[in-house]
């Protein structure tokens, strides 16, 4: 059995790397679920066609729900690029969602401040370090992907890293500064695969070098996290973590009960407002979420 690699796909078909040879994929029987990232069992149709069998066991799926669907982005992702900007128009709730999607996943977030040239980044990045980088530990990366990405590269070194962020925000043009030909390959497959539409809506991966992988996924308006588990909630938040067990309640919703060790720290000012908001917000949708 011969394996690949799962690198676009489009509508129901893919893209698959064998050897660094690129094939059209098909899928056997009805199952189509597989995403970029895939490592996959593959039987060769003829020189450039294949069929996929069924698919290696991932360490990781990176995905999102919303009230009544779930998307999958990609597999096997050992690093999460959040690029954010404050153009077009920066959201919290979806940097906050996707920190928690690192999080949950287990996964290195790097958050990609990106429009340093623009002159009003300079208040925002002040923002965005303050509480992200120094009270939460998270790295930070300021770039302007127009000028050059080159302190990507030894970010990107041995890993395999989705870009993430709403639409707008310079993940494609990041791809193409750290790989030239990303521009003329996605729409080459683009334009002799899917008659006549303008742009790939799925993620691609691409190699950089030094066993670097970059996994480009486009703008998403919302990332929905309904799938989560609303007990371990509170571990995906770094800054909640000394505190948890501490409220008086044992199942401490941490919204509005007496003596909770969460909304106490956060009238401290141990926590940020901004944070604990979201917090409150996404245990509320996942409450009332339906089931899947
Ligand atoms: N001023 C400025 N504009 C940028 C920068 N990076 C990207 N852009 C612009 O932002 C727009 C959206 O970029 P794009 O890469 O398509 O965003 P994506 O939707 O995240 O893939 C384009 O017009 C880019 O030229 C930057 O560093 N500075
Ligand atoms: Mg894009
Ligand atoms: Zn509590």
Do not use: W
């Not at 893209?15 to 899928?27: D, G, H, R, S, Y």
């Not at 990045?125 to 120094?134: A, H, P, V």
């Not at 571990?235 to 973590?241: A, N, T």
């Amino acid at each position: 059995m011969t394996t690949g690699l799962v690198v676009n796909s489009y509508g129901r078909n893919f893209i698959v790397e064998i050897e660094n040879k690129t094939f059209k994929a098909t899928t056997k029987s009805k199952k189509n679920d597989y995403v970029v990232g895939d490592i996959v069992n593959i039987e060769l149709i003829n020189d450039t066609q294949v069929q996929i069998i069924d698919v290696h066991s991932r360490k990781n799926l990176i995905f999102r729900t919303d009230q009544n669907r779930s998307k999958i982005i990609a597999s096997n992702v050992t690093q999460l690029l959040i690029v954010i900007a404050i153009k077009p128009n920066f959201n919290i709730f979806f940097l906050n969602s996707c920190l928690i999607c690192a999080e949950s996943q287990d996964i290195q977030p790097i958050i990609i401040i990106n429009k340093i040239d623009l002159a009003e980044s300079q208040q925002f990045i002040t923002e965005i370090t303050e509480l992200y980088g120094k009270k939460l530990n998270y790295k930070i990366v300021e770039l302007s992907a127009l000028n050059n990405c080159t302190e990507l590269i030894p970010i990107l070194r041995n890993k395999t890293s989705l870009l993430i962020g709403q639409s707008g925000v310079g993940k494609s043009t990041i791809t193409n500064q750290i790989i030239p030909e990303a521009n003329t390959r996605t729409h080459a497959i683009t334009k002799s695969e899917t008659s006549g539409s303008h742009t790939t809506t799925n993620a691609t991966l691409y190699h950089v070098n030094n066993n670097a992988d970059l996994i480009d996924c486009p703008g998403l308006h919302e990332f929905g996290l309904y799938h989560l588990d609303i007990e371990s909630l509170t571990d995906y938040f770094p800054e909640f973590r000394e505190f948890i067990g501490k409220c008086k309640f044992r199942n401490c919703r941490h919204t509005n009960e007496p003596n909770c060790a969460i909304l106490n720290a956060s009238k401290l000012g141990l926590i940020d407002n901004q944070r604990l908001n979201y917090f409150q917000v996404l245990s509320n949708k996942l409450l009332t979420k339906p089931t899947y």
